[in-house]
């Protein structure tokens, strides 16, 4: 129904940057909210930021915020996470996701479970 596909993983230096994106297609109608999440290897997936419909909302992880920015263009129906100052405890693979409960709850979901559909993950290594 949806397909979400991220892109721009890579490996980088401690201190780089990245800039992910992520791509919807197929039955994307409503204003659904986007969402990056991440998992290491060994540990449990965690969120990373997400953002509103109208893109003026967002939230993020506390290991994150200030050096993370998600943004997004419904035009293009993409979302992007640019990441800064990257440490070797950003390694993970990066999922994004879509909410389409968000018009009737009102905010950004925080959990796995708020989000409908999944990508299928872009690495990001960082090397220190």
């Known amino acids: 129904q949806v397909q979400l596909v991220e892109s721009g993983g890579g490996m980088v230096q401690a201190g780089g940057s990245l800039r992910l994106s992520c791509t919807a297609s197929?039955?994307?109608?409503?204003?659904?909210?986007m969402a990056w999440f991440r998992q290491a290897p060994g540990k449990e997936r965690e969120f990373v930021a997400a953002?509103?419909?109208?893109?003026?909302?967002?939230d993020y992880a506390d290991s994150v915020r200030g050096r993370f920015t998600i943004s997004r263009d419904n035009v293009k129906r993409q979302v992007y996470l640019q990441m800064n100052s990257l440490k070797p405890d950003d390694t993970a693979n990066y999922y994004c996701?879509?909410?389409?409960?968000?018009?009737?709850?009102?905010?950004?979901?925080?959990?796995?479970?708020?989000?409908?559909?999944w990508g299928q993950g872009t690495q990001v290594t960082v090397s220190s």
């Open positions: 996701a879509a909410d389409f409960k968000f018009p009737t709850r009102g905010a950004l979901g925080l959990d796995e479970y708020d989000y409908d559909y």
């Open positions: 197929g039955r994307t109608f409503g204003s659904y909210a």
């Open positions: 953002i509103s419909w109208s893109g003026i909302n967002a």
